[in-house]
């Protein structure tokens, strides 16, 4: 079985350009996650989706970051425009519903902002 | 508010060596907890959990029992392998006033040959 795909892997972009991410969750898996990890940091919750409804975004800066789950499959996250600070990884994870569940994490997408 | 504190790293041990890498947290409601290990290059995976008080999770050798009188999920592992060197996560998935998913800041394990 497939894990959760991630593209691109990296990304490097100048600052006040957009920048978009996208994520594949694991097949049958209803919610999914979008974090961002800062260097030496763990994982902060940015989003949270059910299907295809955002459940939680009360962590996702809305000036700039956008997110999408139109179908409730695959998503996307949005910076516009992209700030210096806004360089990190950012991890999208899947778990089958909204309980205590494990989730599963993709690669990540490196982003480095000049 | 809910919180999960990790013992700072990087920890280096030896090849063989007993491995302990505390934990704690802080939580209203009954979270479960998870350890997640990050090798290199690659994104988190799940190395064990536990949902309830009292109860162990184990994995390759590693193990962790959810301590509610204490508020720890300390991470022990009797022998390292230098295969074991990776970042390791503790963290809180909790479903009770309010969903909420935290991890800890990381423990960087280096383990020497």
């Known amino acids: 079985e497939a894990g959760v795909v991630q593209s691109p892997r990296y990304k490097i972009i100048e600052k006040k350009q957009p920048v978009a991410f996208w994520c594949n969750p694991i097949?049958?898996?209803?919610?999914l996650y979008w974090y961002l990890q800062n260097l030496g940091q763990g994982p902060e919750l940015l989003i949270r989706?059910?299907?295809?409804?955002?459940?939680?975004d009360s962590q996702l800066p809305k000036d700039r970051f956008s997110a999408e789950r139109l179908k409730g499959v695959d998503s996307t996250l949005k910076i516009q425009p992209a700030e210096l600070g806004d360089s990190a990884v950012y991890l999208c994870?899947?778990?089958?519903?909204?309980?205590?569940?494990?989730?599963?994490f993709g690669p990540g997408t490196r982003l480095l902002v000049l | 508010g809910d919180s999960v504190t990790q013992m700072e790293g990087p920890v280096t041990l030896s090849e063989e060596a007993f491995l302990t890498i505390n934990c704690t947290y802080t939580?209203?409601?009954?979270?479960?907890l998870f350890w997640y290990v990050q090798y290199p290059g690659e994104g988190l995976q799940l190395l064990l959990k536990?949902?309830?008080?009292?109860d162990k999770g184990s994995n390759k050798g590693f193990e962790a029992t959810y301590r509610k009188e204490t508020t720890s999920f300390h991470l022990e592992k009797g022998s390292v392998q230098v295969s074991d060197s990776a970042v390791y996560f503790c963290?809180?998935?909790?479903?009770?006033?309010?969903?909420?998913?935290?991890f800890g800041a990381g423990t960087r394990l280096f383990v020497k040959a």
């Open positions: 536990a949902t309830k008080a009292d």
């Open positions: 963290a809180l998935i909790k479903n009770t006033g309010g969903f909420k998913t935290i």
């Open positions: 994870a899947s778990s089958l519903g909204r309980t205590q569940e494990t989730q599963y």
């Open positions: 939580a209203t409601g009954y979270p479960s």
């Open positions: 097949s049958g898996h209803n919610t």
């Open positions: 989706y059910e299907n295809e409804e955002a459940v939680d």
